[in-house]
């Protein structure tokens, strides 16, 4: 079974317009971190957010929101006033249990923003 | 530009050769991660080194192997390459096992003909 299931393949915004990503993600474990990605065209991976699923808020980084909705196991992006440059690949990860785990990945959305 | 090393960013070879990533982590980090990203099976993980001890090991290939040295860099061996290894090979590295966030390099994009 996905572990990550990103249902959005492809996304369009107008600029300074909001955008939400949507993300799921399956499993039993009571301590799990839920991480999104941004993949620009020139290929690196840049780390946006992070939720501990006990945090109690959302977490946010500048335009960048976490909608985390534990009982729908759902940690939708919200990407607030979009640019240009956030035109990529977007992915939502997830790593399990405290332990060693490793960081897994759903397929991503890619995102363009129109001017 | 993260702190993550990785070369060659590109790299064109044979079907049968072997080939050599490598990837200085962010200064400091002592946790190395291995990940391919092919446009079928999306990001995988491969493998992850910890101080030069291998800690764990995901969907690796027995044709690929790495390792981390002393000086905390890391390698990723490719061998016998087929056709269907073409893709993108990150690095990533954190500070400890457990760390939250990991910190990934450029990627070195590997198309083998």
């Known amino acids: 079974a996905q572990k990550i299931t990103q249902t959005q393949p492809g996304m369009f915004v107008q600029e300074k317009e909001a955008v939400t990503l949507d993300c799921t993600y399956d499993?039993?474990?009571?301590?799990?971190?839920l991480f999104w990605y941004k993949q620009p065209s020139s290929g690196e991976m840049i780390f946006l957010i992070y939720?501990?699923?006990?945090?109690?808020q959302n977490a946010t980084e500048g335009r960048y929101s976490l909608n985390f909705q534990k009982a729908r196991k759902s940690a939708n992006l919200v990407i607030s006033a979009s640019q240009l440059g956030d035109s990529a690949m977007y992915f939502c990860?997830?790593?399990?249990?405290?332990?060693?785990?490793?960081?897994?990945f759903g397929k991503g959305t890619r995102l363009s923003v129109i001017a | 530009d993260s702190g993550v090393t990785q070369t060659p960013k590109h790299l064109i070879t044979a079907t049968g050769q072997r080939v050599t990533l490598r990837c200085s982590p962010r200064?400091?980090?002592?946790?190395v991660y291995w990940y391919q990203q092919s446009l079928d099976q999306g990001l995988q993980f491969l493998i992850q080194y910890y101080n030069g001890e291998e800690r764990a090991k995901g969907n690796i290939l027995e044709r690929f192997s790495a390792q981390q040295f002393p000086d905390l860099h890391s390698e990723l061996n490719l061998s016998s390459l087929e056709l269907g290894d073409s893709a993108l090979y990150f690095c990533a590295s954190s500070l400890t096992i457990g760390a939250n966030v990991l910190t990934f390099g450029a990627g070195s994009r590997l198309t083998v003909l």
């Open positions: 939720q501990g699923s006990y945090d109690e």
């Open positions: 200064s400091g980090d002592l946790s």
């Open positions: 499993t039993s474990d009571q301590s799990y971190g």
């Open positions: 990860a997830m790593r399990e249990g405290r332990g060693n785990t490793p960081l897994v």
